[in-house]
């Protein structure tokens, strides 16, 4: 894992930025713009020895981008892996006469082979934890027990129902075959059970799987589990299930079958026969922003009708959910929230509303492939009390727990992983940064060629361009001359070199690969500010690193009155 991490945050070449063209660049596109830089970097095209021997680095540098992506073999594995891509061992005995399509394929069976030797040395373990705890005392009508119940201490009023715990390991044997064993004991009002289960899945094609299960728990079990897609958009699966028990063997069928409806709506039908007879369909819409679920299930037991709903702000990592249900065994209605406060870890908390279940407050933390499960019972009727401590509390706890330990303990870690990131790329940075001199001067005379022809047609001139980690444009040409030093470089000539006909394109990507430019701040937020005159008129914008960028644009004009 820490060499997957390293290789993740060492900074790579991007050989598109570098010739300035879009990711799905034609080849004239490839062409034109090496012979641009091929003018600008040719050794013979400068005398002085210093800038001779930098302009052969460039050249190289140049020359090298190129020959990827001109060769269409070779891009197919950039485009899908990048440079690491193109090093992977296998990939020289790839036959030249292949499609980009069959090289992508050639190389993610490579690929597939190194993920498989990783696979057999590791298990995938997941868990779970579910305390039940009854609160029904802090909220009981009957005042009198209330005075008692406080002068034995708050806790006195609480007490855990049940527990249950539930373990997996799943030891993929090859890319295709899985074992998993599985475990789950609980107990509940001073009841206990227990089970165990071993499976063994087998990925039969592209199309479907197969799956045998055997347990132990209430009876030895044993199930045939199998998926298999129909067409483009029809695709079912369906399990067998046998269970031994004293009374004699208890036989069970669950199909569903589901049909892709449009891009974010699936279809769902499921029949259920022997040990619980039942029928339901679905239907789940899930997009970008958005998750909604509808079921109606008829069964002999019970039959219920439910609405699911969540909202995802990706930009807060947070979730917002709510759902309703209603049936022949009550009703409920639950919200609530869901937060991810690292990359592996996640908080959430729902207050469940119902009859006749009353009110019940349910927190849960996972942690990587760890889930703990806290459903806390609260009261036995709907009351106001109940519901407003259980909406308040988790609200004001987390506010809390965010600002005092969260917060700072994320804050840690992100300045850590920064320093981390310059640490390992610093040498590659001094590398860049001394490229990047070398470039601007070599462009100087280019530079000046461009900025007369512009200037005698009243073109595109930058004035002054700064590419790095700042917060106020007014504070820019103040913090240098105060001697506040802000992280940023100045790419001026970079970008006036790459005008053309008056006009100034940069696609969507990091700006520190282009040429004459470096990352200023590692790991930090960027953006790139660009002064220029149009037709004498002063312009201003400021963008994102990773934004795209076309000038002149009107709206960029600079108000002088």
């Not at 005995?93 to 292949?98: D, G």
């Not at 990131?421 to 490229?435: C, P, W």
């Not at 970008?495 to 990352?519: N, R």
Request: glycine share 6%; proline share 4%; hydrophobic share 35%.
């Amino acid at each position: 894992m820490d060499d997957e991490t390293d290789q993740e945050t060492t900074i790579e070449d991007d050989y598109y930025t570098f010739l300035n063209i879009s990711r799905n660049a034609s080849p004239e596109d490839i062409s034109n713009a090496y012979r641009r830089l091929s003018r600008l970097y040719h050794p013979d095209k400068h005398v002085d020895p210093t800038l001779k021997k930098e302009a052969e680095v460039l050249f190289n540098r140049t020359k090298k981008a190129y020959e990827v992506l001109n060769d269409p073999h070779q891009r197919a594995i950039y485009d899908s892996l990048g440079i690491r891509g193109l090093e992977t061992e296998g990939w020289e005995i790839v036959q030249r006469t292949k499609t980009p399509q069959e090289i992508r394929e050639e190389y993610e069976r490579l690929a597939r082979e190194r993920e498989e030797r990783r696979l057999q040395q590791h298990t995938n373990p997941k868990g779970t934890v579910t305390v039940n705890i009854n609160a029904t005392d802090l909220f009981s009508k009957y005042d009198e027990d209330y005075s008692d119940g406080f002068s034995n201490g708050l806790f006195s009023c609480i007490e855990v129902s049940g527990m249950s715990f539930a373990q997996s390991i799943e030891a993929p044997l090859t890319l295709r075959d899985t074992v998993t064993m599985s475990g789950q004991l609980g107990t509940q009002n001073g009841t206990g059970s227990g089970s165990i289960n071993i499976s063994a899945k087998r990925l039969v094609s592209s199309k479907g799987w197969v799956e045998v299960e055997v347990g132990a728990g209430n009876g030895p079990t044993f199930s045939l589990k199998a998926f298999r897609t129909l067409t483009k958009r029809l695709f079912c699966d369906g399990a067998t299930i046998l269970q031994f028990t004293s009374h004699g063997v208890k036989a069970g069928y669950v199909g569903t079958l589901a049909m892709q409806l449009d891009k974010h709506m699936v279809g769902y039908l499921t029949y259920r026969a022997g040990i619980q007879d039942a029928m339901s369909t679905m239907i789940v819409r899930d997009t970008s922003q958005s998750y909604t679920a509808f079921s109606i299930h008829f069964g002999l037991l019970h039959s219920f009708v439910s609405l699911n709903y969540t909202y995802k702000m990706e930009e807060k990592q947070l979730k917002l959910r709510g759902s309703v249900k209603a049936g022949t065994f009550g009703a409920f209605l639950e919200y609530g929230a869901e937060k991810k406060v690292s990359k592996h870890s996640s908080v959430s908390a729902a207050v469940r509303i119902g009859v006749p279940t009353g009110v019940t407050l349910k927190l849960r933390l996972s942690r990587a492939s760890q889930a703990y499960t806290f459903p806390i019972h609260l009261c036995d009727e709907v009351l106001p009390a109940p519901i407003f401590y259980a909406t308040v509390a988790p609200i004001i706890t987390w506010t809390i727990i965010k600002k005092l330990i969260i917060d700072p303990v994320v804050k840690e870690r992100t300045e850590r992983e920064k320093e981390k990131q310059k640490e390992m790329n610093k040498s590659r940075m001094l590398e860049k940064q001394r490229e990047a001199k070398a470039a601007t001067e070599l462009m100087k005379e280019t530079v000046s060629r461009i900025r007369a022809e512009e200037e005698s047609k009243k073109g595109l001139i930058i004035t002054k361009a700064l590419y790095g980690r700042f917060v106020y444009p007014q504070d820019r040409v103040a913090t240098d001359e105060s001697g506040h030093r802000d992280e940023m470089i100045d790419v001026t000539i970079p970008l006036q070199c790459l005008v053309k006909d008056s006009k100034l394109i940069l696609h969507k990507a990091s700006k520190s690969q282009l040429p004459g430019f470096y990352d200023p701040c590692v790991g930090e937020d960027k953006q790139l500010l660009v002064q220029y005159l149009f037709h004498t008129h002063t312009h201003e914008c400021v963008i994102q690193d990773d934004a795209p960028l076309r000038i002149p644009v009107s709206s960029h004009k600079v108000n002088t009155t």
